[in-house]
């Protein structure tokens, strides 16, 4: 396997990743998300730790696909390729701060030290809040411009078929439209309209993560051409 394979293949199940922990933390995280006394209650913490834990590694994953590709799709755009790194690099900060905020909920829950029952309701209100707004702003509008930014790249590229990221190209100004929508308060996360306005994006990133986990890249312009074997000279040399 060759370098360029091996980019691709870890790049391909990093992509993989994101989904595989993303989507399980979602009902992890159900409790603490949709219960307003989860901080005053029983609780659930170790699933709470374990939901905190999955986002962590998907935010982790994310990041790993922009480092990876990164030294491959720069030599098609090095200011693209690069707004790339950065792009994911902010979304999986802005996750970290969701986490941070449903630890501290799991903490207050288990040492109150005394303080008064209301005062712990309104604090975890607005621990779930910011935990709400940067599911939004991280994982929901982000990848709208990882879409912009990697689906150029590889389209000009054509590092894998060109269908695929034009989903990508197509499904971004949707899911920016989805975004925006929530952020004024004509949409929620979890209606209807997002859930498709947001599917082209998440069919993009699917997609990119089977093909290259599963193909590799295709043969482009961009990517090092393997260097010819030189065969000896069979004529023995004359000695003078």
């Not at 040492?111 to 309701?121: E, I, K, M, R, W």
């Amino acid at each position: 396997m060759t370098g360029i394979r091996k980019t691709a293949l870890v790049a391909g199940l990093l992509y993989l990743i994101t989904f595989a922990s993303s989507i399980p933390a979602l009902f992890l995280l159900s409790p603490v998300l949709h219960h307003a006394d989860y901080i005053i209650s029983g609780g659930a913490d170790t699933r709470v730790i374990w939901g905190c834990l999955l986002d962590l590694v998907n935010a982790l994953a994310a990041i790993g696909t922009a480092v990876v590709l990164f030294p491959v799709v720069k030599r098609q755009n090095e200011s693209l390729a690069l707004g790339f790194v950065m792009s994911r690099m902010l979304e999986g900060a802005v996750v970290l701060i969701g986490i941070v905020s449903l630890l501290a909920i799991v903490t207050l829950r288990q040492n109150p030290s005394g303080a008064d029952p209301a005062a712990l309701l309104a604090t975890g209100h607005s621990l779930v809040a910011v935990r709400d707004w940067t599911f939004l702003l991280g994982p929901g509008l982000m990848p709208a411009f990882n879409a912009l930014l990697l689906g150029t790249l590889l389209y000009r590229s054509r590092l894998v078929p060109r269908f695929i990221p034009l989903i990508g190209l197509l499904g971004a100004p949707l899911l920016l439209v989805a975004d925006l929508a929530t952020l004024f308060g004509h949409n929620t996360q979890t209606s209807t309209a997002s859930f498709f306005l947001t599917l082209p994006v998440a069919a993009w990133e699917l997609a990119v993560g089977i093909y290259l986990a599963v193909k590799g890249f295709r043969p482009s312009p961009i990517l090092p051409r393997p260097v010819a074997m030189s065969t000896p000279d069979p004529t023995p040399a004359t000695i003078a």
